[in-house]
Nanobody
Framework: VQLQASGGGLVQAGGSLRLSCAAS????????MGWFRQAPGKEREFVAA????????WYADSVKGRYTISRDNVKNTLYLQMNSLKPEDTAVYYC???????????????????WGQGTQVTVSS
């Protein structure tokens, strides 16, 4: 499966953006999917994840209540709705998928076996 992230951009603090991650291949619906982000000089960090059917979601404490992860298994697309953005949300955002059926922790980047190329989100103060 290949992933193509889009939707990043420059937004003022308090604004919103919606990221998309289009997946090619036939196994998207079988995979746990996640979003991570990496700011300059920092390690890649977990943002959100969603179960195969979309019924269960997980969020980092820093984005809980502001971000919403969702997926459309017909369109093979993962989404991240980001509201009330803050300057500290500035980062490159990556989508990722796990095809192993045995993910142990959705918050751990090494649990995911394929990644998109990243999309830049910049929040100005």
């Amino acid at each position: 499966v290949q992933l193509q992230a889009s939707g990043g951009g420059l937004v003022q603090a308090g604004g919103s953006l919606r990221l998309s991650c289009a997946a090619s291949g036939r196994t998207f619906s079988n995979n746990v999917m996640g979003w991570f982000r990496q700011a300059p000089g920092k390690e890649r960090e977990f943002v959100a994840a969603i179960s195969r059917g979309g019924g269960t979601t997980w969020y980092a404490d820093s984005v809980k209540g502001r971000y919403t992860i969702s997926r459309d298994n017909v369109k093979n697309t993962l989404y991240l709705q980001m509201n009330s953005l803050k300057p500290e949300d500035t980062a490159v955002y990556y989508c990722a998928g796990d095809s192993s059926w045995s993910i142990r922790s959705v918050e751990v980047a090494t649990e995911y076996d394929y990644w998109g190329q990243g999309t830049q989100v910049t929040v100005s103060s």
